[in-house]
């Protein structure tokens, strides 16, 4: 069945997809995104990829890495915010336009306190309300936090780490003091913890000015058969699915709800995909013949046409 789907992956500064952009996935070209909150670039990494652009790579070197041998995608970001905010305001998570209740599969309810508990305690919503959502703090959520060092602009924003090498949990420069004096640990899964326990968030700032690079990972989501699967339990979606579906990641400040980024994961019927590249395709053919057609398009040789007297009769 999920032979029958291709994944699309856009990245915007809004829930709007119209807006948005198309991310390469798999390629080492970010996506940027700025606003007047945050400069933001993008990778995004599929195993197994099948989806649009076409002739998108497969898989990437990410995956080859000793990290991330089992994992399943990522979602790496080099963060530079414009304003400061505290560190319990930001989160990241899921969140969708419409209720999914009624299509949700049987075993939902179970997957989900698997997933709070083996993989992410922090995390709180309800995907059956008429506003499904599912967030954490971002300080508990990412798999990897590294803090940079403060720079002008977003010209000098770096992109997230390239594909031979994985971004590792730690600090830059200044950076990698500044993170010392909050008293965060040093690794990922330490950090996660630490962020977990009531009143730490509060003493985290995200400073205007100052580079952060993350990385969201997990070898749980398959995003070519939308399936999740979890240790000792598998919940397949896609029997479920109806028209354009999508998974979509946001990262946003909690209690004004100003977006900072959306990455959509949406899966599209293969024959829908197929019927519009078609029509593109036979309406940029016509669009040729039209243009030269209003050229006066002629063979070589030809002459301009001279009507006779017989000819205007």
């Not at 994944?7 to 996506?31: C, E, F, I, M, W």
């Not at 990522?74 to 905010?85: D, G």
């Not at 009624?102 to 997933?115: E, F, K, N, Q, Y």
């Given at each position: 069945?999920?032979?029958?789907?291709?994944?699309?992956?856009?990245?915007?500064?809004?829930?709007?997809?119209?807006?948005?952009?198309?991310?390469?996935?798999?390629?080492?070209?970010?996506?940027?995104?700025?606003?007047?909150?945050?400069?933001?670039?993008?990778?995004?990494r599929i195993q197994n990829y099948r989806g649009l652009p076409r002739k998108s790579p497969t898989t990437s070197a990410y995956f080859s890495h000793a990290?991330?041998?089992?994992?399943?995608?990522?979602?790496?970001?080099?963060?530079?915010?414009?304003?400061?905010?505290?560190?319990?305001?930001?989160?990241?998570?899921?969140?969708?336009d419409r209720p999914i209740r009624?299509?949700?599969?049987?075993?939902?309810?179970?997957?989900?306190?698997?997933?709070k508990w083996a993989i992410d305690p922090g995390l709180d919503g309800d995907?059956?309300?008429?506003?499904?959502?599912?967030?954490?703090?971002?300080?508990?959520?990412?798999?990897i936090l590294r803090v940079g060092e403060k720079v002008k602009d977003g010209k000098d924003l770096p992109e997230p780490v390239g594909e031979e090498k994985a971004l590792e949990e730690g600090g830059d420069g200044e950076g990698?003091?500044?993170?010392?004096?909050?008293?965060?640990?040093?690794?990922?899964?330490?950090?996660?913890?630490?962020?977990?326990?009531?009143?730490?968030?509060?003493?985290?700032?995200?400073?205007?000015?100052?580079v952060y690079e993350c990385d969201f990972f997990n070898p749980y989501l398959d995003f070519n058969s939308f399936s999740l699967k979890l240790p000792g339990f598998s919940l397949s979606v896609l029997p479920y699915l109806g028209g354009t579906d999508y998974l979509r990641y946001v990262l946003k400040i909690k209690d004004t709800d100003e977006v900072l980024f959306v990455v959509v994961f949406s899966l599209l019927h293969k024959e829908d995909v197929e019927k519009e590249e078609a029509e593109l395709k036979k309406g940029g053919e016509d669009t040729k013949v039209t243009s030269q057609e209003s050229q006066g398009a002629r063979h070589e040789g030809e002459k301009d046409f001279e009507p006779e007297a017989d000819d205007l009769d």
């Open positions: 069945m999920a032979d029958k789907y291709l994944l699309r992956v856009t990245a915007g500064s809004s829930y709007d997809t119209t807006t948005h952009q198309t991310v390469q996935v798999n390629k080492p070209t970010p996506t940027h995104i700025s606003t007047a909150i945050c400069d933001a670039k993008i990778s995004v990290l991330h041998l089992h994992d399943q995608y990522s979602i790496a970001f080099t963060l530079l915010p414009h304003k400061s905010f505290p560190g319990s305001a930001l989160v990241f998570g899921n969140s969708f009624d299509r949700l599969p049987p075993g939902t309810s179970t997957a989900l306190r698997i997933v995907l059956y309300s008429d506003t499904p959502h599912l967030y954490g703090n971002a300080l508990s959520s990412v798999n990698e003091e500044w993170r010392k004096s909050k008293d965060v640990p040093e690794t990922g899964d330490a950090r996660k913890k630490h962020f977990l326990t009531k009143g730490k968030t509060e003493e985290w700032e995200w400073e205007e000015g100052r």
